[in-house]
C-alpha cells in the first residue's frame, strides 16, 4: 500500500520550526520520501493520495515511555486485578491499545505486568498486524523486594543469585526491557514510596544482569535516596524521579544528585499525567510547595542538560491510556520546557531513551511510517494534539 499525505506543514521530530507545505510519500510500512507539493509527480505516482486539509501539521507519532496495559485505571485496587480472568485483562489490553493509537500514541514502553505477561501477547499481535496499537516494548515482571511494591505481580526478589535467575527469566519470556522497584510505592499497601526497598549492591547486580541479557534497565524511584542508589548503580532510566523524602513527594529535592543525572545521562521519565494540573496550585489559586519544589528539581535538571522523556504512568487509577496528548501541557508546566521541547521528549528523545530511534521518533525518509496529522501549530500550541486528523502507525491508518 502507497499513500502520499498531501500539503501538510512537516515537524520532523527536532528542529525548530514547522516545514513549508509537503508531500509524505508512505510506502508499506516506512515513509519513502518527504518532499515539496510540486515534487507531485513522483511523489504522488500509484499512491492513494490523502489531503488532511490546510492548517495541516504532520509530526512523528508521540511516544508514552511508561504505561501498563494491564491496568484498568477504572480499579483502585492494582492486586485485586490479578485476579481477573486472563482472557478479561488481554481483552481490555487490547481496546487500550486501539485508544492509544488513535489518540497519535504509535510507540510506548510497557512497565509491568503479571506472570501470565499478557503484555507481551498484545505486543506480539500488534507488531504482525493482527491488531491495532502502538509498538510496544515490555519489560515483564519488575524486580521488587519480598513484599516490596507491586510484589503481586511475581517479581519478588532477596540476593544476588535471585536477581541474576529472575532478570535471565525475564528475557527468557521475551522482555524488551528491565524494570527495579528501587522505592516502595503508592499503589502498594505497607511500602514506602519515601524509603528505598534494595541496597545500591544489589541494583548494581541487576543492572549488569540486564547488560548480559542486552537489556535496558528502568527503575522505579520515589525516594531521593532509591534515586541516588538506582543513578549510581547506573540505570538507564529512572521512573517517578519524585525526590520524596520525610514529608512526600517533592519535599527531598537534592540538586547536586539532579547534576549526576546530567553528567551521566541517565533518562528521568517523571509519570507527569493530565491529572497532575490539580497539584499546581491550592483551593485558594497559591502555587502549591509540592509544585514551587518539583520546578526547582526540574530547573536543576535542565541546567545539569539531564535528558527527559514523556510518561504517563497510564493504568494507574484515573490515567486513561490515549491522555498523553492532554498531558503533555501539564508537563510543560513542571518541568518549565516550550513546546518543542516537550514535543521532542514525546517522539526524537523518548525513541532514543527506549533504544528504537532506528525505527521511529522522527519523519524521515526510510523510518517506520508513524505518523501524526494534527490541526493547528503544536509548537504554539500543545493542545492541537488533542485533535488528530490522521495517524499512521507503521503505515496502517488507525
Ligand atoms: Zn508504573
Redesign the pocket.
Known sequence: MTLAIVGVRVWDGSSDRLSDPCTIRVEGSRIAAIGPVGDGSTLLEGAEVVEPGPGCVALPGLIDG?V?LTLDPQERDAAAQVARSPEDTAKAAAERAAAMVRAGITTARD??GGPGHLELTLRDRIASGEVAGPRLLCAGQPLTSPGGHCHFWGGEVEGDDEIRAFVAKQRDAGVDWIKIMATGGVLTKGTRPGEPQFEQARIETACDAARLAGRRIAA?CHATEGIRRAVRAGVDSV?HCSWSGAKGFGSDVDEALASEIGERGTWISP?VNAGWKRFIEDKEGVETEFFSNMRRAFEALRGAGARLIVST?A??PNVAHDALPRALPIFARFTGLSPVEVLRCATSAAAAALGVDDRTGRLEPGLEADVLVVQGDPLTNLSALERPVLVLARGVRA
Open positions: 511508561h501498563h512497565l509491568g522505579h521512573e509519570t504512568d493504568g494507574i
